[in-house]
């Protein structure tokens, strides 16, 4: 059984909006953050959001002011909306799970302890 479940994505034109979800109710909210990543083709992974068991959310500098990351009432699905996307922001988009550490930070990829299967986001000019 998947531990975290992503759906969403698909493909959108530049300036468009995306919504991805992610079903992390094999988790309490208080036992985990969570977070999202995404990898370009033959690129790193990088961080875009951070949700710590606070409340608290961490954006990475490009997507600040237009991306949000929330939970619903009842904390078991994350939500990550997108918008005014860039092509340069196609790729695959994943789920990520860590521990309930608050870091006060963006999470790293070597912090992760688990991965959602990814979602692909297209974006096209």
């Known amino acids: 059984q998947e531990q975290l479940v992503e759906s969403g994505g698909g493909s959108v034109e530049a300036g468009g909006s995306l919504g991805l979800s992610c079903d992390a109710s094999k988790y309490h909210y208080s036992s985990r953050c969570l977070a999202w990543f995404r990898q370009a083709p033959g690129k790193w992974r990088e961080v875009v959001a951070t949700?710590?068991?606070?409340?608290?959310?961490y954006f990475a500098p490009s997507v600040k002011g237009r991306f949000t990351f929330s939970q619903d009432a009842a904390r078991t699905t994350a939500y990550l909306q997108m918008g005014d996307l860039t092509p340069s922001e196609t790729g695959m988009y994943y789920c990520?799970?860590?521990?309930?550490?608050?870091?006060?930070?963006?999470?790293?990829?070597?912090?992760?302890?688990?991965w959602g299967q990814g979602t692909q986001v297209t974006v096209s000019s």
């Open positions: 949700l710590y068991t606070h409340g608290k959310t």
């Open positions: 990520a799970r860590a521990g309930p550490l608050i870091r006060w930070r963006l999470l790293r990829p070597d912090e992760v302890d688990y």
